[in-house]
């Protein structure tokens, strides 16, 4: 699997961005799929995540009521709506994908088998 994040940007706080990640390859549908971000001088954090099946969602304190994470798996695509975005959301946004058909969303950065190349997001006060 091939991950392709996009919809990085600068965006004044307060305002909203879409990322999107598209996968390559088969079974799109049966991977869990996760966003985690790492700001400069920063460990990588969990940010959001949704099941195979899009019935279990998983969200980081910090992002809670702000973000939605989605996906379409007719398009092999999973997003990250980003709304109310604060300066301390700047980071490089990465996708991360596993093979798996359990419920429930891991958090931890080593479950993930696959991750994108990264997308820039800056939120200037």
């Known amino acids: 699997v091939q991950l392709q994040a996009s919809g990085g940007g600068l965006v004044r706080a307060g305002g909203s961005l879409r990322l999107s990640c598209a996968a390559s390859?088969?079974?799109?549908?049966?991977?869990?799929m996760a966003w985690f971000r790492q700001a400069p001088g920063k460990e990588r954090l969990f940010v959001a995540g949704i099941s195979w099946s899009g019935i279990s969602t998983n969200y980081a304190d910090s992002v809670k009521g702000r973000f939605t994470v989605s996906r379409d798996n007719a398009k092999n695509t999973v997003y990250l709506q980003m709304n109310t975005l604060k300066p301390e959301d700047t980071a490089v946004y990465y996708c991360?994908?596993?093979?798996?058909?359990?419920?429930?969303?891991?958090?931890?950065?080593?479950?993930?088998?696959?991750w994108g190349q990264g997308t820039q997001v800056t939120v200037s006060s």
């Open positions: 991360a994908a596993r093979y798996s058909i359990a419920e429930g969303v891991n958090s931890m950065g080593t479950f993930y088998t696959y």
């Open positions: 390859g088969s079974d799109f549908s049966r991977y869990t």
